[in-house]
Each structure stands twice: as C-alpha cells, then as structure tokens.
C-alpha cells in the first residue's frame, strides 16, 4: 500500500440499505477526512477525525456516521442509504503541516 | 461561515495559449491550497501558500496569495494538453477551531490541440 486505499472502487446499492466505505492509510497521518464530489458542487466534507479516537462532522454530516479506532483506518457508513447520496466519495489523510492525499474514490449509486 | 469562490466555472482554451484561474475568500485564510484532478482521477495536491503577497513557480504554474489573503490564483503560461483537469483552491479560515479545508467548486480547464 502506499498512500491510501479506498474500496470498493465502486457500487450499486440498493436504497435502504447499510454500506460501509472503506479507507486506510499507510503514512501515519494524525488527520483524515471523508469528502463527496458531486457535478457542479466541488468537494463537500462529510466528516473528520483529527486524531485516532476523534471525530468530528463537516458541512454535510446527515446519514453518514465515521469512526476511527486507530490511525490508519476510518471507515465511512451510510445506515439506510438514499438516492440523494450517490456520489463520488473520497477519503483523504493530511499531516496538518501540508496538502492533502486523496483515496482514489468510491463511486456509488444508490437506487 | 466560510466561502471560497473560484472563477471561472469552466475555461476552453487552444494549446499555447495562458490560463488562469482565480479564488476569493469571504474570510481572511491561514493558507491556500492547489489541487489537481484529471478526469476521472482524484484530486493531487499541487502547493500550499502561506504568506501574504507569496508567489511560488512549477515550471509553467505560478501561484499567488493576496496581500489580504483573501484571495489568490493560479496561472498557467502556454497551455499543453496535459494540463486538462479541474484545478481547485482550498482555504483554511484564519481563526477557524475545526483548521479543516475549505474548497472552492473548481475551474474545469479544456485545451484544444
């Protein structure tokens, strides 16, 4: 592994259902963090953990949940999944001293 | 709460020609941040600045913060087809707890060879 690794790649779910996205990351970053990327929207944060055991919401927190019991994983769940939250999903560490690496992304569409 | 703007949304330019792009804050930042994302790719962090007035070259890009650091942008001499992507700016506000990014919706950069 070298960066971060996000999977699945991409899914179909079918709305109402659980799905867990899940990202870890090799380079010992303090600070991760859980963006969606829509068309004509940018980059909106879900939610951020600043440290292992912490997290916090972003501008777009409503159905999603995180969690972070360590430093290299921080897995993203959408309990009931909607069709408003298909999106493109990526996940991203940061040292806090400099930019931040990205997770190639999860694509989902929820149906 | 805070805002970052960027403009233009999209930008069509033929190879060779100059590019730029340009952000605004609606509060003072702490820095700036440069990301690059190729199409169907993830975004790539380019640069940071962090002083006011700050410019800092890579090769053909050069970069600029504001003397308020309220804004900044990025300009691009005599475009190449590699450089088609979205370029986003990123802003940390200034007296912000949370110390997360801000990002702007990006310029979608198109060249024609």
């Known amino acids: 592994i070298a960066g971060i690794t996000q999977a699945p790649t991409s899914q179909i779910l079918a709305a109402g259902r659980r799905m867990t996205l899940r990202c870890t990351q090799d380079m010992r970053h303090n600070a991760m963090y859980w963006y969606r990327q829509d068309l004509g929207l940018g980059l909106r944060l879900i939610h951020y953990s600043n440290t292992a055991g912490t997290t916090g919401k972003g501008e777009v927190p409503d159905g999603y949940s995180v969690s972070r019991a360590n430093t290299d994983d921080f897995p993203l769940t959408l309990a009931s999944a909607v069709p408003s939250q298909t999106s493109v999903y990526f996940c991203?560490?940061?040292?806090?001293?400099?930019?931040?690496?990205f997770g190639s992304g999860t694509r989902l569409t929820v149906v | 709460g805070q805002q970052v703007m960027q403009i233009p949304q999209y930008q069509h330019v033929q190879e060779g020609e100059d590019f730029t792009t340009y952000c605004n804050s609606s509060?003072?930042?702490?820095?700036i941040q440069w990301y690059k994302q190729r199409p169907g790719g993830h975004p790539v962090f380019l640069i940071q600045?962090?002083?006011?007035?700050e410019v800092k070259k890579q090769k053909r890009l050069t970069f600029q913060f504001g003397e308020a650091k309220k804004n900044s942008s990025l300009h691009i001499t005599a475009t190449q087809t590699t450089d088609v992507g979205t370029y986003f700016c990123?802003?940390?506000?200034?007296?912000?707890?949370?110390?997360?990014?801000?990002f702007g919706k990006g310029t979608k950069l198109s060249v024609k060879p």
């Open positions: 509060t003072t930042l702490s820095n």
């Open positions: 991203a560490s940061s040292d806090f001293s400099g930019g931040y690496t």
């Open positions: 600045l962090v002083k006011s007035g």
């Open positions: 990123a802003g940390i506000d200034y007296g912000g707890s949370q110390g997360n990014l801000i």
